[in-house]
Nanobody, 125 residues
Framework: QVQLAESGGGLVQAGGSLRLSCTTS????????MAWFRQALGKEREFVSV???????YYAGSVKGRFTIPRDNAKNTAFLQMNNLKPDDTAVYYC???????????????????WGQGTQVTVST
C-alpha cells in the first residue's frame, strides 16, 4: 500500500522559510517522479515543483529562485525548501508521486497516481 505523508507546514511571516517533507512508503522511491502542488482557498490546485527520477527539477515561475526540491532516496523522502515566502504562497501543499513514463507533462496533476493528504502553509504579512 502506497502512502505519502506531508509534514512541516505552519504559520510563517513574509520573508521567512519553511521546509516541507513528504515521507513515502510502499513504493520504490528512487524510480518515482516526486512533485509538489498547492491549492489556495477558492483556487484550483497548481503545480509548484517536481524532482524527476533522473534528477532533473522543474519549478513554477512563481517560485523559481525561492523554492528548491531536494530528495533523499535512501530515506524515501522528498522535500520542498521554501525561502523568502510571500503571502501569495499561502495554500495547502500536496506531494504527489508518479511512476509511469511517456505521455503526460510534469505539471499536469493527472499524471500523478499517488497523493498525500496535504499540509497547510500560511504566510502572514
Amino acid at each position: 500500500q502506497v502512502q505519502l505523508a506531508e509534514s512541516g507546514g505552519g504559520l510563517v511571516q513574509a520573508g521567512g522559510s519553511l521546509r516541507l517533507s513528504c515521507t513515502t512508503s510502499g513504493l520504490t522511491f528512487s524510480v518515482y517522479d516526486m512533485a509538489w502542488f498547492r491549492q489556495a482557498l477558492g483556487k484550483e490546485r497548481e503545480f509548484v515543483s517536481v524532482s524527476m527520477r533522473s534528477g532533473t527539477t522543474y519549478y513554477a515561475g512563481s517560485v523559481k529562485g525561492r523554492f528548491t526540491i531536494p530528495r533523499d532516496n535512501a530515506k524515501n523522502t522528498a522535500f520542498l525548501q521554501m525561502n523568502n515566502l510571500k503571502p501569495d504562497d499561502t495554500a495547502v501543499y500536496y506531494c504527489a508521486a508518479n511512476f509511469a513514463t511517456g505521455a503526460g507533462v510534469y505539471w499536469d496533476q493527472r499524471k500523478y497516481g499517488y497523493w498525500g493528504q496535504g499540509t497547510q502553509v500560511t504566510v502572514s504579512t
